[in-house]
């Protein structure tokens, strides 16, 4: 097995401790900070009714390191004014 992989997997912010919109979220990041990520619910499959990758976020880590960081902070910042939209 390796010892690490280039995806990580973050949670979407959401409301009353419920998981966030995974897909909407992926869509306004796209529009408003130009960084593409993976909704989480698009790469899992329902089971026993429900989504484990619902409410998550899949980053490829697979560009150069300045450009991962500087899509990271773009991530951050959007999180922060998402977070706060949601009220």
Do not use: K
């Not at 408003?32 to 619910?41: K, R, T």
């Not at 790469?43 to 429900?50: E, K, T």
């Amino acid at each position: 097995l390796p010892d690490a992989g280039f995806y990580l997997w973050a949670a979407v912010p959401g409301v009353a401790g419920r998981p966030g919109d995974d897909i909407a979220f992926g869509q306004q990041l796209l529009a408003q900070y130009n960084v593409a990520v993976l909704p989480g619910s698009l790469l899992a499959r329902d089971a026993h009714g429900s989504n484990p990758g619902a409410g998550r976020i899949r980053m490829a880590l697979v560009a150069e390191t300045a450009e991962c960081l500087e899509a990271a902070h773009r991530i951050a910042e959007f999180s922060r004014s998402y977070r706060n939209a949601l009220g």
